[in-house]
């Protein structure tokens, strides 16, 4: 018999698991919302959740150099771009000056972190740091939609999409306005660790779990009569609790006191989307949970949320989350004890 290798009475130690890293960086004159959502993200520490959270790093070109914010807020950042560079997940949260040249030094950290593998993210006009660095040439991207027709001149080779939240192009991720950014890197961590963490975080955020990457980011008469939002407000807190059963606009008009035409109008102006499209999108959320909990068949977990068929669901969840419910629930399981 092989005599083993162990010290007697001791127990293999697993290694520690390293810290996916985050690095955002922060310029002077820039606004504290971008760069605080990206904190409270990655940088509040989460115990309670159970799983590997993640490090974050605040980066600066001139990390020795004091920056000043919107409101006189002033601060220095702990490190500079090689460690920029170095990180898993690295993020653009605007640059200073949508028409000015990207400082070199940036440029050449983006190529760094890109080809050695990591993930490349922008929120609202930091797509004009990663369109510099050649990052989204041939690729769809957003940014916010004031500098959409700027960065499609400025950067012919991008396909700018200016009506969507965010673009998740696997490596790199570009997301519209200041409130786009929540959404995304809400995304980053479903991506990461799955729905249940996800949902966690948005509650402690007090932000909806998830708003579709395609959805408009531009909202016409976003502020309505609170009448009508209390109203549409009523008959999509209906929809969410009946999600299993058949759902028509006439329902969902019947449940707001309006008539389905004005229903449609006023839904519209308050979400940017069709209510139709709003509910298939709530469907698909309410599966995620259940393809990650247990062992229920995909064919089950549609029906249980209101899909008529089987194919039906699988068409709008690919749709959606780009990826095949099945695909899913393998990345996503939850093992938790």
Not at 12 to 23: F, I, S
Not at 61 to 86: I, N, V, Y
Request: proline share 8%; net charge positive; charged share 20%.
């Amino acid at each position: 018999m092989a005599a083993s290798l162990r010290p007697a009475g001791r127990s293999a130690v697993p290694p520690p698991v390293r810290p996916h890293v985050v690095a955002v960086l922060a310029f002077d004159g820039m606004s504290p919302f971008e760069l605080g959502s990206v904190a409270e993200i990655f940088g509040l520490p989460r115990p309670e959740l159970r799983v590997p959270w993640y490090e974050l790093r605040v980066c600066a070109e001139r990390p020795d150099r004091m920056m000043r914010s919107f409101g006189g807020l002033a601060l220095t950042a702990g490190h500079g771009l090689e460690e920029f560079a170095a990180a898993d997940t690295v993020v653009v949260v605007a640059v200073p000056d949508v028409r000015a040249e990207v400082p070199p030094a940036l440029v050449g950290a983006l190529r760094t972190a890109h080809g050695r593998g990591a993930r490349v993210v922008s929120i609202c006009s930091g797509a004009f740091a990663l369109a510099a660095a050649g990052l989204l040439d041939g690729r769809t991207a957003t940014t916010h939609w004031r500098y959409a027709e700027l960065l499609q001149r400025r950067y012919p080779r991008v396909r700018v999409d200016p009506d969507v939240l965010y673009v998740d192009d696997g490596d790199v991720l570009t997301s519209a306005g200041s409130a786009a950014g929540l959404d995304l890197c809400l995304h980053l961590i479903r991506r990461d660790h799955g729905a249940r963490v996800a949902n966690a975080v948005a509650r402690r955020l007090v932000v909806p779990p998830h708003r579709e990457g395609g959805q408009a980011q531009f909202v016409e008469a976003a502020v309505a009569e609170p009448a009508r939002d209390d109203a549409v407000a009523r008959s999509m807190a209906w929809a969410l609790d009946h999600l299993a059963e058949p759902i028509t606009v006439a329902d969902l008009a019947r449940r707001a006191h309006l008539a389905p035409r004005t229903f449609l109008r006023h839904f519209g102006r308050q979400t940017g989307t069709s209510p139709l499209r709003w509910v298939v999108v709530q469907r698909v959320m309410a599966s995620l949970p259940l393809l990650e909990a247990g062992s229920m068949p995909v064919e089950e977990v549609g029906a249980a949320v209101g899909f008529g068929s089987p194919a039906t669901f699988r068409h709008h969840f690919t749709r959606i989350m780009k990826t095949s419910p099945s695909a899913y629930r393998r990345t996503f399981r939850d093992t938790t004890p």
